[in-house]
């Protein structure tokens, strides 16, 4: 017995076979299309080729993500996939409220309009659909785990759907929905894994590097960066204005981090780790090149908030060390709590760097390690001798007249 089969519906054989071999397409190959976009879209081309007489199919489903509520995708044939993300808060708008999506929601079944004839419409989305040609819309929910959803079909036969037409549909929707969550609830945990501890972490994690010790030796040029006087600010402003604050710095350097090909690796209260590296063994002068490109991004960017601030803020003061070396990168912590991090001693000897910032007040400071991969003119401070390093330091900046324009 082939155990990946769905179990065919009841009801006409024919009928029951067309519903079966599109679900088990569903089971057996559209689980495994790289993406949510090819699964819709697969699925709603295979309802085309099984007679079911679709114009367009939209798609409703709700996301846990920090950045949007949800995502909508809507199919017609022969046209390109629509995909829209949804903002949070868009369940406030009169938008969602006077829709069929949020309609479906309320009554937790299925809904149908006829949209023949002149008889009035109670949506705007149905109005409109009329004027497109559309007779007859169907929508549907379908819940994921603590999370309501929606699909809706629509169609231009003359007469709508028939009978058989929505009790295929009806008896689709399990597989889809099975389907369709497993998919979601995938992608809800890349997204996640991205956004709390970053690119490269969660692409580990995924692929099985989970267990404590699982760790690896890297050599890049390291990045910290951190917000001056914070804890003044912290102790002066109220609760709400200090995380608006937080928020508008990390805006402000995190991009660049990225966009250079960085990996933030802890975002520390107001201090930001991260790494440079390119390809599997890191090219030091890539990555130390790609480290100043983002660092003196961040400072520009800083520098352009602090003199378009208008609303009362205080101005960002930060500094940011730069070196290069050797760290440890993995799963470090207890058996229950671990955290995908990087240490070493070249991590100690960046947060040493980067104290000398405020003590010099310097906005960049770099060692001679990172500042030797540099095909570039940079100036020298002096050698220091840091607190758990045996061998002065020599440090290094920028040319005076190029940090003077940060």
């Known amino acids: 017995m082939d155990t990946l089969a769905p179990s065919p519906p009841p ?29 819709f879209t697969g699925f709603c081309e295979r309802m085309a080729a099984a007679g079911i007489p679709i114009g367009r199919v939209s798609l409703h489903l709700r996301a846990l993500h920090p950045q949007y509520r949800g995502v ?4 017609r044939p022969g046209e390109p996939l629509s995909e829209r993300f949804l903002d949070h808060g868009i369940e406030k708008t009169a938008m969602y409220i006077e ?8 009554a937790g079944k299925r809904l149908e309009w006829r949209l023949d004839g002149n008889r009035p ?9 009329r004027e497109e040609g559309y ?23 003359p007469g709508g759907f028939t009978p058989d037409d929505l009790q295929f549909l009806k008896d689709l929707l399990p597989y889809l929905n099975v389907v369709a969550e497993t998919k979601a609830l995938h992608r809800f945990i890349g997204h996640m894994l991205t956004t709390y501890i970053g690119n490269e972490p969660g692409r580990l994690i995924l692929e099985g590097q989970v267990r404590r010790g699982d760790v690896m030796t890297i050599t890049a040029a390291l990045m910290l960066i951190d917000l001056r006087d914070f804890t003044l600010l912290s102790d002066t402003m109220n609760p709400r204005a200090v995380v608006r604050l937080l928020n508008d710095y990390f805006d402000d350097v995190i991009p660049p981090i990225r966009e250079h090909g960085g990996e933030v690796m802890e975002i520390m209260g107001d201090g930001v780790l991260a790494i440079f590296r390119r390809g599997p063994a890191a090219n030091a002068a890539e990555a130390s090149k790609a480290a100043l490109a983002a660092a003196t991004r961040g400072l520009a960017a800083v520098a352009n908030r602090n003199r378009r601030n208008g609303n009362g803020d205080p101005d960002l003061r930060i500094g940011i060390a730069l070196h290069y070396g050797t760290v440890s990168y993995g799963n470090i912590g207890t058996d229950d709590r671990l955290d995908f991090t990087v240490i ?42 840091l607190r758990g390093f045996h061998k002065m330091q020599r440090l290094f900046e920028l040319p005076p007249d190029e940090m003077n324009e940060r």
């Open 11 to 39: 009801g006409h054989a024919h009928e029951r076979e067309r519903v079966w071999t599109l679900a088990d397409w569903l089971i057996r190959d559209g689980r495994f299309l790289p993406s949510n976009n090819e699964l």
């Open 72 to 75: 909508s995708r809507i199919w």
């Open 99 to 106: 829709s069929p999506v949020h309609a479906v929601a309320e």
């Open 121 to 129: 419409l109670p949506y705007e989305t149905l109005e409109e659909l």
């Open 135 to 157: 007779v007859h819309y169907v929508i549907s929910p379908f819940a994921f785990e603590g999370l309501v959803n929606a699909i809706s079909w629509a169609t231009k036969q």
């Open 344 to 385: 070493g001693p070249d991590v100690n000897l960046t947060s040493r760097i980067e104290r000398l910032c405020r003590e010099l007040d310097r906005v960049l400071i770099m060692s001679e390690a990172f500042a030797k991969n540099l095909d570039r003119r940079v100036w020298e401070i002096g050698a220091f001798e």
